[in-house]
């Protein structure tokens, strides 16, 4: 005797060797023998053969007409059998009976199951709707065949070209475009980028990088909605300071000036102001959510999208020639031994006397004039001059509490773009958006509209550390760390940044505590220097204004209370779109020095090894695998050849040439292991050609 048994949905059949009152034993056909629940068994017969009997058996139930069946069928519910002897004749034997289950057992859309080897039929207008999805489905499959078939003869169908970021990064995966890209990547045995390539769906490799960024942290567009900067209603007392700000030619948010006081008496009054935008914009003013929706301003070469539009920072920016409203702290110190004696915060018009501009400045402010051994030839000289005695006293105190010095012994480079050959036109911003931006480019030349990536890029070094950017830098330690212990003194909640240690692997991390920063030498640190190119700084600048009017009951009228939830979304959202802006910045950085690589034909490069294969080059920011460096120590000095770049991944492929030296002393740097995983990290597509089932049958389980 043999038996036909469900196994979990699919039907089997073999001898039976043994029954009991619960179960059978059923040898199948390979020899195995399994045990089968008799609730299981669907049907017991003598011939055909098992092996026969579901061959025939599915053969004949593709011949049955599920329509005719459909209307064979009783109303209420049925056993296959008994539509089998309808459909067929009375005497309908096994393997009709069979045909009948495997056929009832593949359209639910005509007939529900209802128990084992029962059916009931689907109500009419439920076959009417499932028949119109099953067509719906059949046209649309026809459609990604078509449309893979276009992509393998490289050429991109315009819904494809439409959604082709959509595609790689945040895919809809059961979306026919998706399906298609993935059938033609399966074809055409190509990655799905070369694929796209390939198909004239991708032309820049610039415009790729930027449009993805866009796609992803700008879906809306990077214009503005029409604002007015609101105007500041306190009456402010004027400073009898004179401040100057040190910043690039391009910085067009200049958010922190300095001032010097009391020069030859002693004692000296060394101020940080800062632009005051949170005196006008309140939280969740209509300018305070364009704000928060950005949260930053993004930097790159020959452009920046700021975090407020133009006429909302020129009116609060620290431009010279005007009284400018700011949030001001004056330290009064010694004016020999630096010390402080007294710490005062200010709102108030502070005179802004000059705009001191790096790129002007740097081969002119240096150490020999600043120390007297040279003549002094440039506005305010005598304040530069103590401010940078005073710069160094400062570090040189971090760096006791940090104990090490700080180690940045890397230069910084500037980028500069200059039209080529096919940069009359740019498609690059949306219509409207350039207008809104307005704002020119963050390091690198005069531009009026964004690169479309055949500019000449120009790669310069500026060493870290020069004495303007130890004055800037310690002077906004200073008031940082100041005023977070200020807010913590009163008792109000801030956003700060803290380090638990300097141990490998302790980062840097954002809180609501004033907590130290190891890194920096401080007790505590907040970020509220920068209020018009960061929304933290923003948001600290308005507890540093409560704090300025209401000392000691603070915390009764700061906008932001201890435990306030809002700050925590603030730091999460600001720490998410921080990391993706400056992802973005160093990869667009890479590859503008990828395109000088190719513009200026350099096929050698000397470079110091790192760790792991990665080398860092001499006079270029690029970190990269050189083949034949992995066994290599760490600090040996080497001649790599450049054997190939992939702008589109960002890819840098290199030989050793030679060792050029014995192994230096490897000396990191601060930020190395972060660069070292930037360097590693390749693009990540969301899209999948190794699938091995469609997206909706994996999400329905």
Not at 433 to 442: E, M, Q, R, S, V
Not at 524 to 536: D, E, H
């Amino acid at each position: 005797m043999f038996a036909l048994f469900d196994d979990a949905g699919k039907f089997l059949a073999g001898r039976v060797m043994s029954e009991a009152d619960a179960s059978l034993q059923v040898e199948l056909d390979s020899g195995k023998r399994v045990k089968v629940k008799s609730a299981n068994v669907l049907l017991k017969f003598e011939q055909p053969a098992p092996a026969v009997l579901l061959t025939d058996a599915r053969k004949l139930a593709d011949d049955i007409d599920l329509d005719l069946a459909w209307e064979f069928a009783p109303e209420g519910e049925f056993g296959f059998a008994d539509l089998a002897r309808d459909y067929f004749d009375a005497k309908a034997g096994v393997v009709q009976q069979a045909a009948a289950l495997f056929r009832l057992y593949d359209a639910p859309h005509y007939f529900r199951r209802a128990g084992k080897g029962q059916f009931k039929k689907a109500p009419e207008e439920i076959v009417k709707a499932a028949l119109l999805g099953i067509e719906r489905k059949r046209q649309q499959q026809l459609q990604i065949e078509a449309w893979a078939e276009e992509l393998v003869k490289g050429s991109c169908p315009q819904p494809i070209q439409d959604q082709i970021y959509k595609i790689l990064f945040k895919p809809d995966k059961n979306g026919p475009e998706y399906k298609a890209v993935v059938e033609a990547s399966k074809r055409s045995h190509k990655a799905p980028l070369d694929l796209l390539q390939g198909a004239g769906a991708i032309t820049s490799a610039y415009q790729f990088h930027w449009k993805r960024f866009l796609f992803e942290n700008f879906p809306k567009g990077t214009g503005f909605p029409a604002l007015t900067a609101p105007e500041i209603k306190d009456e402010l007392a004027l400073s009898p300071a004179h401040a100057f700000s040190i910043d690039d030619s391009q910085t067009t948010e200049i958010d922190d000036a300095l001032s010097v006081q009391g020069l030859g008496t002693g004692t000296v009054i060394f101020g940080v102001h800062i632009a005051a935008p949170g005196l006008a914009i309140t939280p969740d003013s209509a300018v305070d959510k364009v704000a928060r929706e950005r949260l930053s301003t993004v930097y790159m070469p020959g452009w920046k999208l700021t975090m407020l539009p133009d006429d909302v920072v020129q009116a609060y920016t620290l431009i010279e020639g005007r009284d400018c409203p700011a949030v001001s702290i004056y330290f009064t110190m010694d004016e020999a031994t630096f010390e402080i004696k007294a710490k005062e915060t200010k709102l108030e018009r502070v005179h802004i006397a000059s705009n001191l501009r790096h790129d002007k400045l740097d081969g002119i402010v240096t150490d020999a004039t600043l120390s007297g051994e040279a003549p002094a030839d440039y506005l305010f000289a005598p304040e530069l001059a103590f401010t940078w005695r005073l710069a160094k006293h400062l570090k040189a105190q971090r760096e006791v509490v940090r104990g090490k010095p700080e180690n940045f012994n890397r230069p910084d480079y500037n980028f500069r773009l200059k039209p080529g050959p096919s940069s009359a036109s740019s498609p690059t911003v949306p219509q409207g958006d350039a207008a809104a931006l307005g704002n020119g480019p963050a390091g690198g030349g005069e531009r009026t509209e964004a690169p479309n990536g055949s500019e000449l890029v120009q790669i310069s070094v500026r060493a870290r550390g020069s004495s303007l950017d130890l004055i800037v830098a310690e002077a906004m330690i200073l008031a940082n760390s100041a005023w977070g212990g200020w807010l913590a003194e009163l008792g109000l909640p801030g956003i700060y940044r803290s380090q638990a240690s300097l141990a490998p692997g302790i980062k840097v991390r954002m809180g609501v505590k004033a907590l130290p920063h190891a890194g920096m030498g401080v007790a505590q640190y907040t970020w509220a220097t920068s209020p018009l190119r960061r929304y933290v700084d923003l948001v600290n600048q308005w507890q540093i204004i409560a704090c300025a009017r209401h000392g000691r009951t603070a915390a009764l009228a700061a906008p932001f209370k201890p435990k306030d939830a809002a700050l925590f979304s603030i730091i999460s959202s600001f720490e998410s779109a921080y990391a993706a802006y400056n992802g973005f910045q160093n990869g667009i950085e890479r590859f503008w020095t990828l395109r000088w690589l190719q513009q200026n034909g350099t096929a050698e490069l000397t470079a110091t090894v790192m760790k792991d294969g990665l080398v860092r080059a001499d006079d270029l920011p690029l970190v990269f695998k050189a083949l034949g460096c992995e066994p290599l120590p760490r600090g040996s000095h080497v001649k790599v050849r450049i054997t190939g770049l992939d702008e589109m991944t960002l890819d840098v492929h290199a030989t050793l040439i030679e060792r050029m030296d014995e192994a230096a002393a490897a000396e990191e740097s601060e930020g190395d292991d972060d660069e070292l995983e930037a360097a590693a990290a390749p693009i990540a597509l969301a899209i999948d050609v190794n699938e091995t089932e469609p997206a909706e049958a994996a999400s329905s389980n």
